[in-house]
């Protein structure tokens, strides 16, 4: 498993913009209600606090810094998982609502000037999953070991020939 690439989450995220903004133009006035609720901005910020929180927590545990515990493995595994999937969900809703937040700028009517204001927090609580996934994914990585060019492949002690 290699880490996020950039181009897949703007490749992704410019997909949903595209079809927010076809479905939008389409159905905004039949089949939506009056107002956007604000439950996606709680549900993606809160995401993104959590994940943060796992980032710093993570790097800190690998690291082992004092008064930490060490980590498992299987954890660190688990997060590199939900940090991927994260990012991909992340820039999935942010190309959703960059399309429905231009939609609405580009509207002149009173309903779609209402609905701005979430439309924009969800973008921005969007990105922050994203930019909070890509973090945590990051800190799942193992720190770089100075004498790794001196040992042989396949040596875990760093003693060649000894065992």
């Known amino acids: 498993m290699g880490p996020t690439r950039i181009s897949t989450l703007v490749v992704a995220g410019l997909a949903a913009a595209g079809v927010a903004w076809l479905l939008i133009s389409l159905?905004?006035?039949d089949y939506l209600p009056e107002d956007l609720p604000?439950?996606?901005v709680i549900t993606l910020a809160g995401l993104a606090v959590l994940e943060a929180y796992a980032a710093v927590n993570t790097r800190?545990?690998?690291e082992r810094r004092p008064g930490r515990e060490p980590v498992n493995p299987l954890l660190v595994a688990r997060f590199a998982v939900?940090?991927?999937a994260s990012?991909?969900?992340g820039a999935i809703f942010a190309g959703f609502y960059g399309g429905l937040t231009g939609w609405l700028f580009v509207e002149r009517t009173q309903a779609a000037a209402s609905d701005r204001n979430v439309a924009g927090s969800?973008?921005?609580a969007a990105l922050a999953l994203v930019a909070a996934a890509l973090w945590l994914e990051r800190s799942c990585r193992v720190p770089e070991q100075e004498d790794d060019e001196d040992r042989e492949p396949g040596d875990r002690e760093g003693r060649s020939g000894q065992r």
């Open 82 to 84: 939900l940090a991927k």
């Open 60 to 62: 800190a545990r690998i």
């Open 122 to 124: 969800s973008l921005l």
């Open 38 to 40: 604000w439950l996606p």
């Open 87 to 89: 990012a991909l969900a």
């Open 27 to 29: 159905l905004y006035y």
